[in-house]
Nanobody, 122 residues
Framework: QVVLAESGGGLVQPGGSLELSCVAL????????MGWYRQAPGMQRELVAT???????TYADSVKGRFTISSDNAKNTVYLQMNTLRPEDTAVYYCNAAVLRAVLPRGPFDFWGHGTQVTVSS
């Protein structure tokens, strides 16, 4: 079993910054890629940013230039640095990981965290 533990959410004023982190715990061979998604009330879950094991990144257009995704493969951890936050960034942020398991079938399989609330408001 793989568990993703997120931290770092909270309340911040517009223009402020927050950093989210997510660590993958459990028994597995390798994390193929990790990412952050978010879901605002009444909206569908949407991709925010992803990073592969080799470090390639993708971003939603709405966060390009403001958010930075990074990872520490040795710690099985992904980070999301969020700067110049806007009220429309308010959402529950979910960590996602595509994991090669230590047992058959290997996968990769998708795992999700429980989410962390980010609220941008004055």
């Amino acid at each position: 079993q793989v568990v993703l533990a997120e931290s770092g959410g909270g309340l911040v004023q517009p223009g402020g910054s927050l950093e989210l982190s997510c660590v993958a715990l459990g028994s597995f061979i390798r994390i193929e890629n990790m990412g952050w998604y978010r879901q605002a009330p009444g909206m569908q879950r949407e991709l925010v940013a992803t990073i592969t094991h080799s470090g390639s990144t993708t971003y939603a257009d709405s966060v390009k230039g403001r958010f930075t995704i990074s990872s520490d493969n040795a710690k099985n951890t992904v980070y999301l640095q969020m700067n110049t936050l806007r009220p429309e960034d308010t959402a529950v942020y979910y960590c996602n990981a595509a994991v090669l398991r230590a047992v058959l079938p290997r996968g990769p399989f998708d795992f999700w965290g429980h989410g962390t609330q980010v609220t941008v408001s004055s």
